[in-house]
Each structure stands twice: as C-alpha cells, then as structure tokens.
C-alpha cells in the first residue's frame, strides 16, 4: 500500500520555525515528485513547494520563498519542509503528494497525497 505521513505541525509565534516530514511508502521514491500543499480556511487548496527526485530540483511559491525549503532523504524516503520567519498567512493545514512526474503535481492531478498536518502562527 502506498503511505504518505506527514506531520511536525503545530503552534508557533509570528517568526517562529517549524520542520515538517513527510515519511512514504509503496512507490519509487526517487523516480517522484514530491510537494508540499497548504488549505487555510475557507481557501482553496494551493502548492507550497515541489522536489523532483530525480533531479533534485526544487521550486516554491513566491510567498514562501527565502523562508521556507524543501528537501529530500532518498535513504529515508522522507521529504521535510523547513519553514522559517513564519507569518499567520502561513495557517494552513499542510499536505504532502506525490506524482510520478513534476508537470502532474498538481491540487488536480498529484497521484497521491497524505493526511495533512496542522501549522497555526499566531501574531
């Protein structure tokens, strides 16, 4: 079966830090892409960062770029999220999902997605 767990969220202060994993199983790892999603109330649901394994390119949303980076462990089959200078916009609950390739790492199209995990930044 394939398993994507995610977790590491919690409660921070405006410019607080937070490391978010991303444990899986059940696919090739490093053959995916992978990212991170964030759905904050009431929002629509949008990609936060993306790391093609194969490559080991990343990318990531203007808002959160400079703050937070995403890496990959092809031992562990675990990518983590490193969020620094953290903003309440960045209340969301975040998801991790993985695609076989990058261009269908979409909200629409990822392959497979994790249970998500909670991140709160109060101000």
């Known amino acids: 079966d394939v398993q994507l767990q995610a977790s590491g969220g919690g409660k921070v202060q405006f410019g607080g830090s937070l490391k978010l994993s991303c444990t899986t199983s059940?696919?090739?790892?490093?053959?995916?892409?992978i990212g991170w999603f964030r759905q904050a109330p009431g929002k629509e649901r949008e990609a936060v960062s993306s790391?093609?394994?194969?490559?080991?390119?990343?990318d990531y949303v203007r808002s959160v770029k400079g703050r937070f980076t995403m890496s990959s462990d092809n031992a562990k089959n675990t990518v983590y999220l490193q969020m620094n200078s953290l903003k309440p916009e960045d209340t969301a609950v975040y998801y991790c999902?993985?695609?076989?390739?990058?261009?269908?790492?979409?909200?629409?199209?990822?392959?497979?997605w994790g249970q998500g995990t909670l991140v709160t930044v109060s101000s």
């Open positions: 999902a993985a695609a076989s390739e990058l261009a269908r790492l979409t909200v629409y199209w990822a392959t497979y």
């Open positions: 059940g696919f090739p790892f490093d053959e995916y892409a």
């Open positions: 790391i093609n394994n194969i490559d080991g390119s990343t």
